[in-house]
């Protein structure tokens, strides 16, 4: 079965401690992994997608990265505006439409 | 910038009534998708559609239909509402095509007294 989890379920971090988010899934082939970010009461926000093993995207603070088995956000120096959750999608290869899983998501927290 | 407008940000409704909630779209886009938020477990996929008058059933379609007339119209529809359908509805857009990103609703936050 194709699952998608993510982990730490929360994160709380001092302003400017980087870390990294989790996400690790499990699908019979991979057609894309993407991530958004979600701030309270409003709908998710693309971010990034990743294609295949070894693809790195960066975008200000974040950076993303791809294994066969797991991506990682890496947030680099964050701020209190990097607030939010941020959920990990996958695309399988085998679906009959425009398919995509997600997680249930991290709840980072910046502390000032 | 593609904006996904839903309807209603809360709504508060009775077990048994009849529920529409409604999504427009203003990009062209062939694909919508209505997904349900629970604390937890992510965002489950409700029903999809990838032109006028489709549909597909996805994870959890049971006790919802949906209602595609125009391009950029997607309605959700809960024939007769329960408590277990208490929950953040988003709807999203995208190209026909794959990989490609979703953009979303600022969703309805829905309870069902």
């Known amino acids: 079965e194709d699952q998608v989890t993510q982990s730490p379920e929360a994160l709380r971090l001092q302003e400017g401690e980087s870390s990294s988010l989790n996400c690790s899934y499990t699908?019979?082939?991979?057609?894309?992994l993407f991530w958004y970010r979600q701030d309270p009461g409003k709908g998710p926000e693309f971010l990034f997608t990743?294609?295949?093993a070894g693809e790195e995207k960066e975008k200000e603070r974040l950076k993303a990265t791809l294994t066969k088995k797991e991506s990682f956000l890496h947030i680099t120096a964050p701020k209190p505006e990097d607030s939010a959750t941020y959920l990990c999608?996958?695309?399988?290869?085998?679906?009959?439409?425009?398919?995509?899983?997600f997680g249930p998501g991290t709840s980072l927290s910046v502390i000032p | 910038d593609v904006k996904v407008t839903q309807s209603s940000r809360y709504l508060v409704k009775r077990t048994g009534e009849k529920v529409f909630l409604e999504c427009v779209q203003d990009?062209?886009?062939?694909?919508m998708f209505w997904y349900r938020q629970d604390p937890g477990l992510g965002l489950r996929l409700i029903y999809f559609?990838?032109?006028?008058?489709?549909?597909e059933k996805g994870d959890i379609p049971e006790g919802y239909s949906v209602s595609r007339e125009k391009k950029e119209r997607f309605s959700l529809i809960l024939e007769s509402a329960s408590t277990n359908q208490t929950s953040m509805y988003l709807c999203?857009?995208?190209?026909?095509?794959?990989?490609?990103?979703?953009?979303f609703g600022s969703g309805t936050q829905l309870s069902v007294l």
């Open positions: 999203a857009s995208s190209l026909r095509a794959t990989n490609e990103k979703l953009f």
């Open positions: 699908v019979s082939g991979l057609r894309g």
């Open positions: 990743l294609y295949s």
């Open positions: 999608a996958v695309q399988p290869l085998k679906t009959s439409y425009d398919k995509v899983i």
């Open positions: 990009m062209d886009h062939e694909n």
């Open positions: 559609s990838y032109d006028v008058k489709m549909k």
